[in-house]
């Protein structure tokens, strides 16, 4: 651990030189009161803080009570503010300045009367679609005109430093594996895989932003090396009623489409909410692959095709009610169902050839259905104790049901196409899932320049995973011993943290962090007891600090440690037959994975410069290939890398053109280097590659706006495979009809037909060469229309998290 204290020394000093020097810039407030006729305060009239220089929104806010509107915490800086309210004429305030730490009370702001249809009260200027704060990237989707009609995977996909791979169930930030998708701010223990599947079910109309947070708090759970991906959910207003559906039909090779709607209705001291959104994606997939080994000193290759129709249904359904008991203490239940039916009918073909000579020909017939149901029960506790001082409380519960049955109906052919022989392989898969949360959270602020954090949080998990695999030939069925079996995982977490935000100067924020998390896993079957018995705890520090260095610049320093943990389905063993010698498989013998990673930002004006470096200890790798030579057979599976360093450079610059024509661009390098045992010895790799992704927006006259988004990725590492470059062109358009408050969107994706999976493995001191094609049907064309319905300018309702969407992201669907 040598390398490591020094690195923390290292740290440390830089943000001692960091804070040790001074700037001329500062923190401070803008404040001011809305007023009608008379003098009359008016309440919840909107209130827009943009940045001078480019007319960025800075921060919203809405008037109280008595008129009152105060934004906190502002840098030095040229601003302006936009007032607008409900019959009503808005209000621009000429540029306001702010410097050397001194309040500005801009007094009082009158509005005068004029009745007008709701397009009227319209602040023009938006935020960007993509914004660097000092922690994170925020993806403003509302603000995305292609991400109508599109799943939240598919904005992922274009967003900056995010790789999506779809066929291993894949996603990386900043060239990392390990993220972690949260929903609202709260984590969960569903796997990646489970996750990905959950945001293609998301519609985009439904997603107010995406945060891609690489350097996450001490609050947040320390599950993900990669960072963690929050998913922020449009919220309705909370006073009178409103809603909003959205309709959504497409065709990519096959039909698609999907509805949404949500409501909001609060009544005196009663607030109910709820959504909906069903979702049916026809897609037609081709799997190709190739495998040479030499055997029996000749060459033997197999390839294989498989071609898949593919239908799934999503559903997912949420119904809350907030109940203010007192003027301090809320509570609150949430129930969320989700449903996903998975069906797939393959039919693939297989030919093995010795010396390039056909030897032996397959044909399978694939039937699969792969459901997977969700409940999930939260009750929810706010109290207020005092100014600036909250306590929250919450109870979860988590049942997860899973039924996976498949058909294999494998022919068998010699090089002349006559009939050999015939098998039929069952396999039977039933994995219940029930997990309970319980966790609390304290923050209290003490002045200006000091805020503390505490909280405690225990997880119980249970799951079973029953396969059974019967092989019928012949007309004699027989079970096989060696895949069929009952495994039962018992997993329990505890953890407790803490964190303070400091402020020592007005241009100067630290934020210091440490959680500890203890876990205590068993892994069984109904035969033998403890296959997998771990009792381990680990410290996770997070430091962070940044300076204001004049009106324009900001620095960022930032240091993390964190964890991934194997999925339940990586530790509790499955088999699926991809053909009679390839198969996906499960590890109970995977560990997790710990990181170490710095973070360095420099932002000047709008272009943001990101360096980082993380290094990995038994980095988790999916469905890696192992090869047996000597029988042809090839495995996928989860497995740790012994080493995996990651050094990230990204630039980001938005550009304005004019007013009606802007963009955001962004390139970002990485260096991969790898060391791991593979099969017979130490292999190591390194490996750079770079992705570019741009998008384009246009503010046409009549209400319309267009948007063309593009990236491209080099080639690059997943795990010790390669995959072969990729790369995507989107297009949207839409119409807005401010007199109904509607709006009508087309978009499509890939254009090209370029987004697909090429990958591939040559390790030729083991004798072996494979690699593969994934066309997973990227291209889609999507007609949306959305209708809002109520009152849209009335004040938000409370954000509502629960405890356990960390448990959420371990389970496997």
């Avoid at 803080?49 to 929104?57: C, G, K, Q, R």
């Avoid at 042809?632 to 980001?652: C, G």
């Avoid at 072969?724 to 969107?745: E, R």
């Amino acid at each position: 651990m040598d390398y490591l204290n020094r690195f923390q020394g290292n740290f440390f000093a830089l943000i001692f030189l960091l804070l040790s020097h001074t700037f001329v810039s500062g923190q401070t407030h803008i404040q001011g009161v809305i007023q009608g006729e008379n003098q009359t305060p008016l309440t919840y009239a909107n209130i827009a803080l943009f940045e001078a220089l480019d007319s960025s929104l800075v921060k919203g806010e809405l008037s109280n009570e008595s008129g009152h509107f105060l934004f906190e915490d502002i840098n030095n800086g040229i601003y302006f503010i936009q007032v607008s309210m409900l019959g009503y004429k808005s209000f621009s305030s000429v540029k306001i300045s702010v410097q050397n730490e001194t309040p500005v009370n801009l007094g009082q702001i009158n509005l005068f009367p004029q009745p007008v249809e709701l397009d009227a009260v319209e602040i023009a200027a938006q935020k960007p679609v993509f914004e660097q704060q000092k922690d994170r990237i925020i993806v403003n989707v509302q603000n995305m005109i292609s991400a109508s009609g599109s799943s939240v995977l598919d904005i992922l996909a274009k967003s900056p430093g995010i790789i999506v791979d779809k066929a291993n169930n894949r996603i990386s930030l900043q060239g990392k594996d390990g993220v972690v998708v949260v929903i609202n701010g709260k984590q969960n223990r569903m796997p990646l895989e489970a996750a990905m599947q959950l945001l293609a079910s998301l519609n985009g109309n439904d997603v107010r932003s995406i945060e891609l947070i690489t350097n996450p708090p001490a609050s947040y759970d320390a599950e993900g090396t990669g960072g963690v991906i929050n998913i922020v959910l449009k919220q309705k207003s909370d006073l009178g009623t409103n809603g909003s559906y959205s309709l959504m039909a497409g065709y990519g090779q096959a039909e698609k489409g999907g509805l949404s709607v949500n409501f909001n209705h609060r009544k005196g001291k009663l607030n109910v909410f709820g959504n909906y959104s069903g979702n049916r994606d026809h897609t037609i997939q081709t799997f190709t692959s190739y495998r040479t080994v030499i055997q029996d000193q000749g060459i033997v290759s197999s390839e294989g095709q498989s071609n898949r129709d593919a239908i799934v249904d999503l559903h997912n359904a949420s119904l809350g009610v907030d109940y203010q008991l007192t003027n301090k203490t809320i509570l609150g239940g949430l129930v969320t169902f989700y449903d996903r039916f998975w069906e797939m009918d393959a039919h693939n073909l297989g030919q093995k050839k010795k010396d390039g000579i056909l030897n032996k020909t397959l044909k399978t017939h694939t039937q699969e259905v792969n459901n997977w149901r969700h409940t999930m029960g939260n009750l929810n506790l706010q109290h207020t104790i005092s100014e600036g001082e909250v306590l929250s409380v919450n109870l979860d519960y988590l049942f997860y049901q899973n039924n996976n049955p498949t058909n294999y109906l494998n022919q068998y052919f010699n090089p002349d196409g006559e009939f050999l022989s015939s098998d039929l392989v069952n396999v039977e898969k039933h994995t219940p899932i029930h997990i309970a949360v319980a966790k609390t959270d304290y923050q209290k602020r003490f002045n200006d320049k000091f805020r503390l954090e505490a909280g405690l949080k225990a997880s119980i998990s249970n799951f079973t995973n029953a396969i059974q695999v019967e092989k019928e030939i012949e007309g004699n069925t027989e079970t096989d011993p060696e895949l069929t079996q009952t495994y039962h995982l018992k997993e329990n977490i505890y953890a407790a943290y803490t964190s303070v935000d400091l402020k020592p100067d007005a241009h100067t924020h630290i934020n210091l962090g440490l959680r500890y998390e203890h876990t205590i896993s068993d892994l069984s079957t109904d035969t033998e007891a403890g296959i997998v018995a771990r009792n381990y705890g680990n410290l996770f520090p997070t430091i962070s600090a940044s300076r204001q260095i004049g009106d324009v610049s900001q620095i960022n320093l930032a240091y993390q440690r964190r964890i991934t943990r194997p999925t339940y389905n990586d530790m509790a063993p499955f088999v699926i037959f991809l053909s009679p010698s390839t198969f996906f498989a499960g590890n109970a013998n995977i560990l997790p994975a710990i990181s170490d990673g710095i973070k360095l930002d420099y932002r000047w004006k709008a272009l943001v410069l990101s360096l980082s470096w993380t290094h990995e200890k038994n980095a988790i790798a999916n469905f890696q290939a192992t090869v047996n030579a000597e029988e042809n057979k090839m495995y996928l599976a989860s497995r740790n890398l012994d080493k995996r360093n990651t050094a990230n450079m990204t630039i980001s610059l938005p550009f304005k053109v004019n007013n009606w024509w802007e963009m955001q661009n962004s390139v970002s390098g990485n260096l991969t280097a790898i060391s791991t045992d593979y099969q017979v010895g130490n292999v190591s790799f390194r490996f750079p590659s770079y992705r570019i992704n741009t998008t384009q927006i246009f503010h046409l006259p009549a209400g319309v706006s267009a948007e063309i988004s593009a990236f491209y990725q080099s080639a690059s590492l997943f795990g010790i495979m390669n995959l072969a470059p990729t790369s995507s062109v989107n297009l949207g358009i839409q119409k807005k009809f401010p007199k109904i408050d509607a709006i009508i969107s087309l978009s499509s994706t890939d254009l090209f037909f370029r987004n697909n999976m090429i990958w591939s493995l040559d390790v030729p001191e083991l004798n072996f060469d494979m690699g593969g094609k994934f066309v997973m049907e990227p291209r889609s064309i999507r007609l949306t229309y959305t209708q809002n319905l109520g009152n849209q300018k009335l004040h938000s309702r409370r954000h509502r998290e629960t405890g356990s969407e960390a448990e959420r992201q371990r389970v496997n669907n």
